[in-house]
């Protein structure tokens, strides 16, 4: 069964909150990613909305409701009150805890699972009483021990944080161990039934190895290099239809 992909919306809502108009919508283009052979739509709502606002849950649950039934909605965050508040409104399939804290651009970091054994442990039960599956935003350092306390967590999966690899994919002394200690990370999980996703500055580049090294990753989440690709692929069928509306004969 080849890795599944989840398309992050984010990148697209935060494009869309530059201006008060309802584009580019997130409805249409997870239409787009899950006609095109998506399996699933990932948000990450902040508290300050920035990107994902809270009245874009229920849009996309009732999206994959209404048109596609067999595909799944994964809502990332902190788990915060509100956070799983959201999660109870909006059913995901999957919920990812993240470490974030609300001043943060982006994550760049997993959770440091000894510390937070217990409060992830208790958050885990009440997700998982709600019926969705639970993974955990993971370092991808190689270390056995924090991966032992994860499944201990009652959690599902992990998701191998792999930001430090999409960030020096490209040059092989760097890429390499780091792409192996991710292998490590994912190998201590599997060994003990916790399933493996991943997610963060993955490429169509950088992609290829990851899940050569581990090829029973579950599914992989992207927004930032999909958007990316999605605008300059795009781009030219854009332009053209930008010079048929002024009359151009092209
Ligand atoms: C957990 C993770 O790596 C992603 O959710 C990432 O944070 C995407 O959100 P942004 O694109 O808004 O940073
Ligand atoms: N969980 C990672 C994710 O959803 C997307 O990360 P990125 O591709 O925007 O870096």
Redesign the pocket.
């Known amino acids: 069964m080849p890795t599944t992909l989840s398309v ?1 919306l ?2 697209i809502a ?1 494009l869309r909150n530059r201006r008060d108009l309802p584009w580019p919508s997130v409805e249409a283009l997870g239409r787009i990613a899950l006609q095109s052979g998506a399996s699933g739509l ?3 709502p ?1 508290p300050d909305q ?3 606002r809270f009245s874009d849950l229920k849009v996309i649950r009732n999206l994959i409701d209404d048109e596609f039934p067999e595909a799944e909605f994964n809502i ?2 902190y788990p915060t009150e509100e956070f799983l508040d959201l999660c109870g409104g909006a059913a995901p399939e999957q919920v ?1 805890l ?1 470490p ?1 804290d609300p001043t ?5 970091h997993g959770w440091d699972f000894s510390r937070h054994q217990a409060f992830l442990t208790d958050v885990v039960a009440k997700l998982k009483k709600m019926g969705t599956r639970v993974s955990l ?1 993971a370092d991808g350092d190689g270390d056995a021990d924090a991966v032992q306390i994860a499944k201990a967590t009652g959690a599902d999966r992990i ?1 191998l ?3 430090p690899y999409g960030g020096c994919y490209g040059s092989p002394e760097r890429a390499g161990p780091s792409l192996e200690a991710l292998g490590k990370t994912a190998d201590a999980a599997l060994a003990i039934d916790l399933g493996v996703n991943a ?3 993955l490429t169509v580049a950088n992609l290829p190895p990851l899940v050569k090294r581990i090829p029973k990753l579950a599914e992989v ?1 992207i ?2 290099g999909l958007t990316a690709d999605a605008l300059e692929y795009g781009m030219a069928e854009t332009v053209r239809r930008f010079c048929r509306a002024l009359g151009h004969k092209i």
């Open positions: 992050n984010n990148a935060m990932t948000v990450h902040r920035r990107h994902i990332e965050g990812t993240v974030d943060q651009a982006t994550s760049d935003f998701e944080y792999t930001g997610g963060h500055d989440s927004g930032h």
